[in-house]
């Protein structure tokens, strides 16, 4: 597992543009907590993204990562829609930010795109997790929700940065008016931070999550979720609400897990891509790790907190050929089917908890990071589903 270790530092790249974009936005953001019908018919406006459409390396010779769809159609009703007879809801979750959610791109997410988001991720699972509240998300996704009127539960999400505390208090502000306004009926939960401690140790060239370096990290980061669950508490919801973390794998602090309330999660990304295995060995390799460093540790802590896979999936292209491969399996539809085959309805036998990712490809991410980054969707960019079956093992 120590090669896991170290590779999965190189996910830090990910997360780093939130940082950037956030800096960027504050001064535009700072008024982001308007009341969400505002929110709702501000964001019915066209994406202001310039993108437009472009072919990606994908291997199917299909539409490819587009930076999103262009022509939108959710019909008069937006609870009436055509199922696809070739989805099937087998996975116990799925990864998901709204098209353009981001403060860097403008906030280009629009309703209607995510209704049509909503519509195909409802054929294919009951819950969904958001990675922030930034660009009136969780607003969005909860009122495409009430829309479609599919069955979906939501993990919304606080992206949370050492450097910039304003970006947590604009956030959790959002998630307060989404839940004044939506209720919690769709709401499973509040995540604070995603890879906040491994930003912090690599950043800090710390070697351990639960060093003298990594607990000035980690006491920035219990006091967001303290705060969090205080804000929910002073709300008086009429039913609790769990408020978790979600973390590279091998970097959750044992103060943070210890932090947690019964009923409260912790979000664990594990992605086999990054450790250097082969296509035939990725789920196995997920299953172990898994169970070595999250649900083990977590169990032996007094608290008990309930583990969940935040991220695992197999990407399907990259920008160039030198990081198609990590060393032992190629990125490919043909890798995503085999992860796909070998570990969603094994996990759902198993009673693993987990979010598959993603769900479509994030052209951003292509653009920005290059490598695999912008192509780990089960879908192209543009909605499309890539050359692959998806396992029909439907969750009880």
Request: charged share 20%.
């Amino acid at each position: 597992m120590s090669q896991a270790l170290a590779a999965t530092k190189a996910r830090n790249r990910r997360s780093k543009w939130l940082v950037i974009g956030s800096i960027i936005g504050i001064l535009v953001l700072a008024g982001i907590g308007t009341a969400v019908g505002v929110v709702v018919s501000r964001n019915n406006k066209t994406s202001n993204s310039s993108n437009g459409s472009s072919s990606s390396g994908s291997t199917s010779g299909s539409t490819g990562n587009s930076s999103g769809p262009s022509n939108v159609d959710i019909g008069d009703d937006p609870s009436v829609f055509d199922l696809d007879p070739r989805l099937h809801k087998s996975f116990y979750g799925m990864a998901y930010t709204p098209h353009n959610a981001l403060i860097e791109l403008g906030c280009g997410n629009t309703l209607e795109g995510t209704i049509a988001d909503i519509q195909v991720i409802s054929q294919l699972t009951t819950r969904i997790r958001l990675y922030g509240a930034d660009c009136n998300q969780t607003a969005q996704v909860l009122e495409a929700i009430r829309q479609t009127k599919v069955n979906l539960e939501v993990f919304v999400g606080i992206y949370t940065m050492a450097e910039d505390h304003d970006a947590y208090l604009r956030q959790a502000a959002t998630i307060r008016e989404a839940i004044e306004t939506y209720g919690t009926d769709h709401i499973a939960g509040v995540t604070v931070g995603n890879e906040f401690m491994l930003n912090w140790v690599t950043g800090q060239g710390a070697s351990s999550p639960n060093d003298a370096i990594a607990k000035e990290g980690s006491d920035i980061l219990v006091a967001d979720i303290q705060a969090t669950k205080q804000m929910l508490e002073d709300m008086n919801l009429p039913k609790r609400v769990p408020v978790g973390n979600s973390d590279a794998g091998s970097y959750f602090a044992t103060d943070v897990m210890e932090v947690m309330d019964y009923g409260a999660s912790l979000l664990s990304n594990v992605h086999a891509w990054f450790a250097n295995t082969t296509e035939a060995e990725s789920a196995q390799w997920v299953f172990d790790f898994f169970d070595e460093f999250n649900v083990r540790p977590a169990a032996a802590l007094a608290n008990n907190p309930e583990m969940y896979i935040a991220e695992t999936g197999w990407p399907t292209a990259a920008t160039d050929a030198g990081s198609s491969t990590n060393g032992f399996g190629t990125a490919s539809e043909a890798g995503l089917q085999t992860f796909m085959d070998t570990f969603v309805c094994q996990a759902n036998a198993q009673g693993v908890k987990y979010f598959f990712f993603e769900m479509f490809d994030e052209k951003w991410k292509e653009d920005k990071f290059g490598g695999v980054e912008g192509f780990w969707g089960v879908f192209n960019g543009d909605r499309t589903l890539k050359n692959v079956v998806i396992p029909d093992c439907p969750l009880a």
